[in-house]
């Protein structure tokens, strides 16, 4: 008896030893792995990738984000590159299955579906749903604006191709759910740049993280305005006044008591400029009394001021604005206004409602841009000859650079905004004739006010 308690002991002791000598192996591989992929030896970390994705598939994340670098440089390389990509999809799956406490299942679901697009991997249906799943199972972390986009395009295929039984609706409500995450991203990203912007404005020099940081923000806030305005041009045929107005109107009994989509559908009538017709009036009234919001008042504000009574137009302004607390939700309301104010030929008012906006939200520099074009809009009103009214553009210039520098997604705009104006603009031989020195005050003499300075040209 003595001795078989003896041989138990060691064989518990010998599978002990055996277990922790395999996780340290594994250890010492991932080890030597890393710097192979770190040195970019990608044909000798392959060969380990393999080896540790078969002994040890539950490591560490740290061999799946190197086996990601090894099958992307092969896929650049050339060669087979679907072959690559299909080898990288399966990396993919690996991670979630194998190291989920330490992967975002949405991020990578949408690496996925992207990789099958580009490569042109299975069927358009295989390929939509792996955006869905990654859309339904883990939105916070479903954010790379081409996969957004890349969702949206395949459902919108699926539309066009008469198959999958998808309807208009269908894909309004897709459009809609789409637009609303660009938003929440868009919002997300706002918040990260304002507050470095304010870090710089502080004159406090930004660490190398948070520099890294801005750089992320600002490619994303450039794919963001790139693949939200793609996927609005895809579905701006389909969706006019024409088009939404009947389908809205044969759903509306229907959902009545449906505060969502009551707001998507009076908020898509408000941006196609639907907003005169009498079924936008109804929903309006018929979400503010479900459920009151910013939006639902600035809609009122907009129908009773069309109406012509300025009273309740004004109050219900009032109260939208009182009722958005969230500076950027809020910076995103007072453009609205702003646009609407500029579109009725308000100058001064419009020009009002963008600084607010800008106040609330200084990195959103469409602001800048529409400030810029009313001015430049107005040269002729505020000048006493030639030489002071084309000076305006001077102050249209000064106003579409501030866009391009807290908004890196329209700078490309902003530059040739502010080239065009400096070139309408009064030039160095028209300064010098005129006996003006860089720095001196020209009076703007109309609504905009104040002054420009020449430009030291």
């Known amino acids: 008896m003595k001795k078989t308690i003896t041989l138990l002991v060691a064989g518990l002791f010998a599978v002990t030893s055996f277990t922790t000598l395999n996780a340290q192996d594994c250890k010492t591989k991932l080890s030597l792995f890393a710097e192979n992929a770190k040195a970019k030896n990608y044909g000798e970390a392959e060969t380990q990738l393999n080896e540790l994705r078969k002994d040890c598939p539950t490591i560490s994340s740290a061999l799946y984000a190197y086996g990601e670098r090894i099958y992307k440089n092969k896929i650049k390389k050339g060669g087979d590159k679907k072959t690559a990509a299909e080898e990288l999809i399966q990396l993919y799956k690996e991670r979630i299955a194998n190291v989920p406490g330490k992967t975002k299942k949405g991020d990578i679901l949408g690496k996925i579906g992207t990789t099958m697009v580009d490569y042109k991997i299975g069927t358009v249906k295989s390929q939509y749903d792996v955006f869905d799943q990654a859309f339904k199972e883990d939105l916070e972390n479903f954010k790379n604006p081409k996969s957004l986009y890349q969702y949206f395009e395949l459902y919108y295929g699926m539309y066009t191709a008469g198959n999958q039984g998808v309807q208009l609706e269908d894909l309004i409500q897709k459009f809609e759910e789409l637009t609303e995450k660009f938003e929440s991203e868009s919002e997300r990203l706002a918040k990260t740049k304002n507050e470095l912007i304010a870090k710089k404005d502080a004159g406090t020099e930004l660490t190398s993280k948070e520099k890294r940081n801005e750089k992320i923000a600002d490619t994303n806030i450039r794919a963001i305005a790139i693949f939200s305005g793609n996927m609005e041009s895809l579905v701006e045929k389909v969706s006019t006044c024409e088009t939404l107005i009947p389908l809205f109107r044969k759903n509306f009994d229907a959902n009545r008591s449906n505060s969502l989509w009551l707001k998507r559908a009076a908020g898509r009538l408000d941006a196609k400029g639907c907003d005169e017709d009498p079924l936008f009036v109804e929903l309006v009234e018929a979400v503010d009394a479900l459920e009151p919001s910013a939006n639902s008042k600035r809609y009122l504000s907009g129908i009773y001021e069309r109406k012509g009574d300025a009273a309740k137009a004004e109050e219900y302004l009032r109260q939208s604005l009182s009722m958005e607390t969230d500076p950027i939700k809020k910076a995103k309301l007072l453009y609205k206004v702003a646009a609407k104010a500029k579109k009725r030929g308000q100058k001064s008012k419009a020009r009002k ?33 030639e030489f002071t009214k084309r000076a305006g553009y ?4 000064e106003m ?23 070139q309408s603009a009064p030039s160095k031989s028209d300064v010098f004739s005129k006996g003006y020195k860089g720095g001196e005050a020209i009076p703007l003499n109309c609504w905009i006010g104040g002054s420009v300075r020449v430009p030291n040209l």
Do not use: F, H
């Open 400 to 422: 579409a650079r501030k866009a391009g520098q807290v908004d890196p997604s329209l700078k490309s705009i902003a530059n040739r905004t502010v080239s065009s104006y400096m």
């Open 394 to 397: 001077w102050k249209a210039a």
């Open 353 to 385: 409602y963008y600084l607010e906006a800008v106040k609330n939200n200084p990195s959103l520099g469409s602001a800048y841009l529409s400030i810029a074009r009313l001015y430049a809009s107005s040269v002729n009103q505020c000048g006493n000859d």
